[in-house]
């Protein structure tokens, strides 16, 4: 069952979507990327797939998406609405842990205003497809804040994802210890978009990301329990 939620912002109020199942174990507050909104097919597959697997999914609009315009919202706003659908997965999932993160620039500004201030309720992050640099400009400069975080991490990642060089990425993720994990999806780019030679579909794609992904808040959420 999906149910459409309206938050409040600063600058107004967004749309979102919660994906409830029947029994849920833990909740995933899900950020669009910079492109597409909350509607966009992936985010709708990974929500679906989730709630199939027993986790909830809430999934929101920035205020630049809402309003329909072509350029993301600076950080400190895009941080404060993170923070507002943290607070509003925490008031109507009281008693589920709660994974933040998304899909590249929504998981970028989830890590950031977790480094800024510990997100309520929130015992791990989860990116898909963490924008680590612009292509073709590899630099780590966009993951220094992730050594702040204290919390649990999993960076889900196509081998050929152009965001994020994997001699950046790898060591990166070396370097932030237990505390975060990397699972590569073979042959994916930044939209996991496999080529036909790799003998896989999307659908086998998508089913190991969403393997990962609930594997993983599993284990986060019962840890915190």
Known sequence: MTEKLSITVEE????????????????????????????????????????????????????????????????????????????????????????????????????????????PGVVGLAFLGFPLHAPGKPSDARGEHLAIIKIPMLFLQGDRDDFADLKLLKPMVKDLGKRARLHLVDDGDHSFNVRKASGRDSKAVMEEILDALAAWIDGVALKSA
């Open 12 to 119: 107004g109020k967004v749309s979102a979507l919660l994906d409830l199942p029947a029994k849920p174990r833990a909740a995933y507050v899900l950020a669009h990327g910079a492109g597409a909104g909350m509607t966009h097919p992936f985010l709708t597959a990974v929500a679906n797939g989730l709630a199939m697997r027993g986790i909830a999914t809430l999934r929101y609009q920035f205020p630049y998406m809402e309003r329909k315009a072509g350029r993301p919202d600076n950080p400190r706003v895009a941080e404060a609405t993170v923070r507002a659908a943290v607070e509003e997965a925490g008031r109507r999932l009281k008693k589920l842990p709660l994974i933040a993160g998304g899909k590249s620039f929504g998981g970028r500004m989830t890590s950031q205003a977790e480094a800024a201030a510990h997100l």
